[in-house]
């Protein structure tokens, strides 16, 4: 019932900024935690970003102090800023949500990926 959009990825130039939404939509109660996942090319995914239901909140050491993750609670939103870019970070992200779809239920949802592109 639900689903993950995502959007915001695109071509961008090495130092540039791009910020990756990932919307739910269909029965959605509450997000209870979220996390971005990048695959580039030839490698495993990779976890770059995560929460969880106790607020902790962790990130890649790739991408610590460049990325943030944050949410739009009342948009049902997640975001990923992404800042001073680099060609390594070209991969496809992937959004996954634990998402409260009834009053006594969670899952976990995938969006379907957005590629970013950083030249060099």
């Known amino acids: 019932q639900v689903q993950l959009v995502e959007s915001g990825g695109g071509l961008v130039q090495a130092g540039g900024s791009l910020r990756l939404s990932c919307a739910a939509s269909g029965r959605v109660f509450s997000i209870k935690a979220m996390a971005w996942y990048r695959q580039a090319p030839g490698k495993q995914r990779e976890l770059v970003a995560g929460?969880?239901?106790?607020?902790?909140?962790n990130y890649a050491d790739s991408v610590k102090g460049r990325f943030t993750i944050s949410r739009d609670n009342a948009k049902n939103t997640v975001y990923l800023q992404m800042n001073s870019l680099k060609p390594e970070d070209t991969a496809v992200y992937y959004c996954?949500?634990?998402?409260?779809?009834?009053?006594?239920?969670?899952?976990?949802?995938w969006g379907q990926g957005t590629q970013v592109t950083v030249s060099s």
């Open positions: 929460t969880t239901s106790g607020g902790s909140t």
């Open positions: 996954n949500l634990i998402v409260r779809t009834t009053t006594w239920y969670d899952d976990d949802y």
